[in-house]
């Protein structure tokens, strides 16, 4: 028996999940609830950089239905540090990055207390009684002063504001020509200075995050692009066994690579069901989000191109400054540097050098 | 204080916070969790539900206002099984990626086409810019709304949707 194939190129196709979707049973983590859940609320830094001098929060444990506030060094011998999975250079300078910050903030939006209530609306009540005391530091914003001798510091104890330096050139790897030659020689040479603006991906399911520690295994809902990876992480960074932890991401609103993460709400989450010994849920507010969820972009790009003039091109030098903000998360170091593919795009180039320093200032990672 | 709203065609009666937010209500108290909140200021529609027939955001309307009237939300509008036009004709246009700004935007489009039983697409961009989506790029929303409006006569969709008369309603441009 012969059978013909229809072609499937070309052939509109109708949406299989959409069932649910439109009629409204959907199961964002928010959506989710366990008996006894208890309510994370986070209060957070409202400044760029400075020192935590005092933290009091004997008003907010008085407020009803608070079951218990946290501070950083309540937290500090199990939180750890949060993962950065993407060492781009044999050097680069790693920031300890605690979920729940101890001594200093380093970013406006930087968690620095948590309530856990019965509810949001009490859980949110007591963040007003947690009362903070802050010494200003000096505040570092913009990327071209940071790399500049003498600079104020986004951490000291790194020394610089130069996380890593990564680069690829075409003469020193011996798979092309050297770019300073071929500018030198050119007939035609375009000096380009952008600003690729910093960005938030703005998914329109803000971010939540759901602990249940009560079984053979802790689970852990998440709006995430990565339950696998957040997964192995959970273990690794807080000692957990890998098989002693779920991780499900239900229905998730939108990510766009803001939600491929590790997040300081999800350790916290995890860490303080584990110790409550009950379900615990947080879900960030828009404004929440804007703040504190990672950013994408921020760089300040050299370009210089070198051309005869018939439009032949014949180099491409590439220098950028990359804002990694105040801390280095999952994957963020590696991100600008793909960019070493693509600024040549579809022209070969004879010579081609791509150098990316990353830098911290105090702003949102 | 004690409040009787009926959503969806249900009566309940709930003592509630004067402060508490109409979308809370209905997704704590009563579990009606496929009207869901986008922001904290009132600038994304995706809590967007009826309130006695018109399209009110939740987020900004008390569970207090709501005393003694009609709330429909997106989990109230298929009759037995079968889907209202507008949810129809989203499924059919792929208006909808992840799908969290849908309920949102279902229930004032069809407040709009209330209002404008055939909008032009400048008419639906207008109507529906309180509600925001961050997959879709509006192009097949707004397709999907006018496909919806060119399949829909007066009257469609639940009991509590029924305008008096939708000749008198003051129309929207044309």
């Known amino acids: 028996m012969t059978a013909t194939i229809e072609p499937e190129v070309g052939k509109a196709r109708l949406r299989k999940e959409d069932a649910r979707l439109i009629t409204g049973r959907t199961r964002w983590t928010d959506n989710l609830t366990l008996p006894g859940l208890l309510h994370m609320a986070i209060l957070r830094s409202p400044m760029a950089h400075a020192r935590i001098t005092n933290i009091d929060t004997s008003g907010a444990k008085e407020m009803p239905g608070v079951i218990a506030v946290f501070t950083g060094a309540d937290l500090a011998d199990e939180q750890g540090t949060l993962p950065c999975a993407w060492p781009i250079t044999a050097d680069m300078k790693t920031p300890n990055a605690p979920s729940l910050a101890v001594d200093t903030v380093n970013f406006a939006g930087e968690a620095v207390a948590v309530v856990v209530a019965r509810s949001a609306y009490e859980a949110a009540d007591a963040l007003e009684r947690i009362d903070v005391d802050y010494d200003d530091l000096p505040v570092v914003l913009d990327m071209a002063a940071a790399v500049r001798d003498g600079a104020d510091l986004v951490h000291p104890d790194l020394g610089t504001n130069k996380s890593a330096t990564w680069i690829f050139d075409s003469g020193e790897a011996g798979t092309g020509g050297d770019v300073e030659q071929a500018i030198a020689e050119a007939e035609v040479v375009i000096e380009r200075t952008y600003r690729q603006q910093r960005l938030i991906p703005a998914f329109m399911e803000p971010r939540s995050v759901m602990c249940d520690p009560t079984g053979e295994q802790l689970t852990l809902w998440s709006s995430t692009q990565i339950p696998h990876i957040l997964r192995f992480l959970l273990a690794a960074q807080l000692g957990v066994p890998e098989h002693k932890i779920r991780v499900i991401a239900p229905d998730v609103g939108g990510g766009f690579g803001g939600k491929l993460q590790v997040t300081p709400e999800e350790f916290l989450v995890f860490l303080i069901a584990r110790r409550l010994g009950k379900p615990v849920k947080y879900t960030e507010t828009r404004s929440e989000s804007l703040q504190s969820a990672h950013h994408g972009r921020d760089q300040i790009q050299k370009l210089t191109l070198s051309a005869r003039r018939d439009g032949t091109v014949t180099g491409l030098k590439v220098e950028l400054l990359a804002d990694m903000g105040a801390y280095l998360r999952l994957v963020t170091p590696g991100v600008p540097i793909l960019g070493a593919f693509m600024f040549n795009a579809i022209y070969k180039f004879p010579a081609y050098r791509f150098v990316c320093t990353n830098v911290f200032t105090n702003k949102t990672p | ?174």
Do not use: W
């Open chain 2, 1 to 174: 204080m004690r409040i009787t709203v009926t959503v969806d065609g249900t009566k309940f009666t709930d003592d509630v916070e004067p402060r508490q937010l109409l979308v809370h209500y209905l997704r704590e108290r009563l579990g009606k969790v496929g009207t869901v909140v986008g922001c904290d200021t009132s600038n994304c529609g995706a809590c967007t539900v009826h309130l006695d027939g018109h399209s009110v955001k939740s987020c900004s309307v008390l569970a207090v206002q709501a005393d003694g009237a009609e709330v429909t939300t997106i989990e109230g509008l298929a009759r037995d099984g079968q889907l209202h036009p507008v949810q129809q004709a989203f499924h059919d246009n792929h208006a909808l990626q992840c799908g969290f700004c849908t309920p949102g935007m279902i229930m004032q489009s069809i407040d709009l086409l209330a209002d404008n039983p055939d909008p032009d697409e400048d008419a639906v961009r207008h109507g529906i810019e309180g509600n925001l989506c961050r997959c879709t790029g509006y192009q097949n929303i707004v397709r999907a709304v006018r496909d919806a409006a060119s399949r829909m006569q007066g009257g469609a969709g639940p009991e509590a949707e029924q305008v008096a008369d939708v000749r008198a309603t003051t129309g929207g441009a044309q």
